[in-house]
């Protein structure tokens, strides 16, 4: 059984005390990208289907009292696929300071 990546962020962090960041970033499609269906319309069908913007998401929160930050891919959202905003964002969790 699979668990959403929100679900699963939320579950590891200790309760009320996650903090979900980066959610601003959202795909888009600057190279007008099309194949059997256009790029736009994948982001969107997947938004609908996961509800969630992107295919990774990141969030701070304390496991035993310790406070770190942590990344999960959501598999609903074109099946978890890396495009430039879950590089950005990914980026950004490494880099980030409390």
Do not use: Q, W
């Amino acid at each position: 059984m699979r668990i959403p990546a929100r679900e699963r962020l939320e579950s590891f962090f200790d309760p009320a005390s996650s903090t979900e960041y980066f959610a601003n970033l959202t795909a888009n499609d600057p190279l007008k990208f099309r194949d059997t269906k256009r790029y736009r319309d994948r982001i969107s069908e997947s938004t609908k289907k996961s509800g969630e913007k992107d295919a990774l998401i990141v969030m701070s929160g304390k496991v035993n009292e310790i406070e770190m930050i942590a990344c999960a891919f959501e598999f609903k959202f074109l099946g978890g696929s890396m495009g430039s905003v879950v590089g950005e964002k990914f980026v950004r969790a490494v880099n980030f300071k409390h």
